[in-house]
């Protein structure tokens, strides 16, 4: 029988089928450059059917970017609310943008452990998380099948090991993460930490010697996830696992917040009482999901009043045109290119021009590791932690294994190094890895 292992990632997704001889990675998406790795992106047109994946980012793009949005206050029909054992009826009002071809869900897998999130109107039709969660699940099962040419009625989902540093969300996240596979039709889903299921897989795969202390260090989109083994055999022992929420879209946000936010009025000042512009339309820049939501009257209003008298009107059309021509995204996705090139360079460059906005932001490594200094502590303390709960001291630690899109960053594999001394650091394959050990561990772990 074929053992399926899905990783459901924060950024990416992969699948894995494991026949009890060897494991291989299916091709998910075929607008994808890799086509084993479907970008966990959902898009849902106005009319139409559901994409998820590469196509869903071009069509939002293709759609989205640069139109304006218009936003109009609709009515939602009437409600009734108690107040004092007295009933008062209402009509209730939500702002629509009218203009909106579709919606893109990016990241979805980190909003499971906010608790804000309950449900969202989707043109007309209301989605729990949980069912947004699901559909997308749906459609990374749906390629699944298409790649393997039959039905899959079994398979392994990873899970981080923690979504969230408080225990009562973090436990709610995981009961969603596990309310939304339930919903995709398949009669058996088990759940497995993702940096466990890395460590089968290169237990496997490198034939490591019993009684090797191993680490995996899993640094993705959305969390940092860390599993301490020991190898046996084909198998393994797990002594400690760990995690923290941090991820590739928190140092995104960090370059948002040091290098490019004040390109677009943070740190101007209305003339003449030389006051900031509220905090509450800046904190809004930390994510393009975020950006969209100043979109709306009473914002815009701020926006346009301080572009009309502050100090900076350059960076306040800037902002003005990021907001309403929709170019939120399209920014992320520019401070993630850079991002990724300092991994290997030593400075790269945010570019965006489009409508007032004119950005060409230098930043260097040493500038992205001073802005996310807090971030790399975070991870340290995680692993020596994790090491701690082992049993162990970090010198006994003979191997780390990296994997996860965020593991290549510099500055966090020079921590590893200095926190265990004595281990070699091995990248195993970044986005393959903890499906191929789902598959595996699936056949072999009960
Ligand atoms: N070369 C690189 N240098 C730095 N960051 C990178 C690099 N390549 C990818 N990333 C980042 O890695 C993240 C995606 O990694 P990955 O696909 O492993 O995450 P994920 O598995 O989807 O998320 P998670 O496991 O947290 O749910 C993104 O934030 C991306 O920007
Ligand atoms: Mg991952």
């Not at 009961?175 to 596979?181: G, N, R, T, V």
């Not at 290098?259 to 006051?275: D, K, S, T, V, W």
């Not at 010198?395 to 294994?401: G, N, Y």
């Amino acid at each position: 029988m074929l053992s399926i292992g899905i990783d459901f990632g924060t950024s990416n997704s992969s699948v894995a089928v494991y026949d009890g001889q060897t494991v291989k990675l299916l091709e998910l998406d075929t607008h994808a450059k890799d086509r084993r790795v479907m970008r966990s992106l959902l898009y849902i047109p106005r009319d139409g059917e559901i994409v998820a994946g590469q196509r869903a980012l071009d069509l939002y793009t293709e759609q989205n970017t640069g139109r304006e949005v218009k936003m109009e206050r609709h009515s939602l029909g009437e409600i009734t609310m108690t107040f004092s054992e007295m009933e008062v009826v209402k009509e209730a009002y939500a702002m629509v943008d009218v203009n909106e071809p579709g919606r893109l869900f990016q990241s979805l897998k980190r909003f499971l452990a906010m608790t804000s999130f309950k449900k969202t109107d989707v043109f007309g039709t209301e989605y729990s998380l949980e069912e947004l969660v699901a559909t997308l699940a749906q459609q990374i099962l749906r390629a699944a099948e298409a790649a393997l040419g039959s039905k899959i009625s079994s398979l392994v989902v990873g899970r981080p090991v923690r979504f969230d540093d408080d225990d009562e969300k973090d436990q709610s996240a995981l009961a969603k993460l596990k309310d939304a596979w339930g919903r995709v039709g398949v009669d058996e889903v088990r759940f497995m930490e993702e940096p466990v299921a890395a460590a089968h897989h290169h237990a496997a795969e490198a034939r490591l010697v019993t009684g090797t202390r191993f680490l995996v260090f899993d640094f993705g989109g959305g969390t940092l996830d860390i599993t301490v083994a020991e190898a046996r055999g084909d198998s393994i022992d797990v002594l400690a696992t760990g995690g923290v929420p941090i991820g590739g879209d928190l140092l995104d946000s960090r370059i948002m917040e040091t290098r490019i936010a004040p390109q677009f009025g943070r740190g101007a000042h209305y003339e003449p009482e030389g006051l900031p512009v509220p905090s509450h339309i800046l904190s809004r820049l930390r994510t393009w999901q975020t950006i969209v939501e100043l979109n709306r009257p009473d914002r815009l209003e701020i926006i346009r009043d301080a572009r009309r008298r502050s100090d900076s009107p350059r960076e306040l059309a800037a902002l003005e045109s990021l907001v309403t021509r929709n170019h939120g995204l399209e920014l992320f996705r520019a401070i993630e290119r850079a991002k990724i090139a300092l991994s290997d360079e030593e400075q790269a460059e945010v570019r965006l021009q489009a409508d007032d906005i004119d950005l060409a932001e230098g930043i260097t490594r040493d500038e992205f590791e001073a802005a996310i200094g807090a971030q790399v502590n975070s991870s340290r303390v995680c692993v020596l932690d994790a090491v701690r709960q082992a049993g162990l001291e970090p010198e006994e630690i003979a191997l780390v294994i990296t994997t996860g899109g965020s593991s290549l960053i510099p500055v966090f594999r020079n921590a590893l190094r200095e926190a265990l001394p004595n281990a070699k650091l091995t990248a195993a394959g970044t986005f393959t890895s903890v499906a191929a050990g789902l598959a595996l561990a699936g056949g072999t772990v009960k």
